[in-house]
């Protein structure tokens, strides 16, 4: 049954709709702003000054006060730089021959550091296993992530000798270290759900990790695969130096003779080489991911 709001109702609701501001309605100005709490901002704060208080600490240290030389001294880098405005390509084939074999390297050390790096991210992750095996996991690959790939190239080139399989080893080992913290670190924001559904039906823990973990984690895996192989070429190109093979090395005597022509060549080089891979790695990662 219908029941008519009586007189004094619709005289209340008269006024409910009169006492609001026709100007209020749809105002962003009249809009009240919430505000954060003062504990909170007063983290900020404190984040801030500990921010700039980091930055002070180091400047000194930095020589961060020598930058106005790139003001004074621009002169200097001019001249140095023009040395480099006319590449002399007259050794192409043997400079790209160098490139490709640089680019082989960091295919391998990435490849390796990948196999080794899924397990051992597994083993670090603290959402899959107990603590007394997560811990010494992790420091372990802290220690492989904390020295350069310089550091492991030489030596590897005092185990091995000179030549490409130093690079190779150099790139596994430091990349095992960098793999095994992105990858846990992915499987540690998966949604539990999925294993625990899996979990339910009596399943053991590897296949809990198979089945339940990896299929979540398989897009980013290889969208971090394929950008630590884009900066896994630049590395490569700096082993070089010590002896690891590839165009580093040939880039290295070009410098220590003051061959600039030969040298700016070897960088066009690297810099398409490198380019080059960027665009294919992110023609894959759109796919993949």
């Known amino acids: 049954m219908l029941q008519v709001p009586d007189q004094a109702g619709l005289e209340r609701a008269g006024s409910a709709v009169t006492a609001t501001p026709a100007h209020a309605v749809g105002d962003p100005a009249a809009i009240a702003v919430p505000s954060h ?8 704060w404190l984040a801030w000054a500990a921010i700039f208080a980091l930055l002070a600490w180091a400047w000194a240290p930095a020589e961060m006060y020598r930058v106005v030389a790139l003001f004074t001294d621009w002169r200097n880098m001019a001249q140095f730089g023009a040395a480099f405005l006319k590449p002399n390509f007259h050794d192409w084939d043997q400079y790209l021959a160098d490139m490709v074999v640089t680019v082989q390297i960091a295919i391998w050390g990435t490849a390796l550091a990948v196999v080794f790096g899924i397990p051992f991210s597994i083993l670090s992750a603290a959402n899959v296993c107990p603590q007394c095996i997560v811990q010494p996991v992790r420091r372990l690959m802290d220690a492989c992530r904390a020295i350069n790939e310089i550091v492991f190239a030489l030596m590897f080139v005092v185990a091995v000798g000179l030549g490409p399989f130093a690079g190779v080893m150099a790139i596994f080992v430091h990349n095992l270290g960098v793999f095994s913290k992105l990858f846990s670190e ?22 809990e990790v198979v089945f339940g973990v990896v299929p979540q984690v398989l897009p980013l895996w290889s969208s971090l695969t394929l950008y630590r192989l884009e900066t896994n070429v630049r590395s490569a190109t700096t082993l070089g130096i010590v002896g690891a093979g590839g165009i580093g090395q040939t880039l290295y005597e070009s410098i220590r003779s003051f061959q600039y022509a030969e040298t700016a060549a070897q960088i066009i080089i690297v810099v398409v080489a490198v380019v080059a891979i960027d665009l294919l790695s992110a023609r894959i990662r759109r796919t993949l991911v």
């Open 37 to 44: 709490p003062l504990g909170r901002r007063i983290r900020g």
């Open 186 to 207: 992915a499987v540690e924001a998966i949604d539990p759900r999925p294993v625990e559904g899996i979990r339910a039906t009596g399943a053991r823990r590897v296949q």
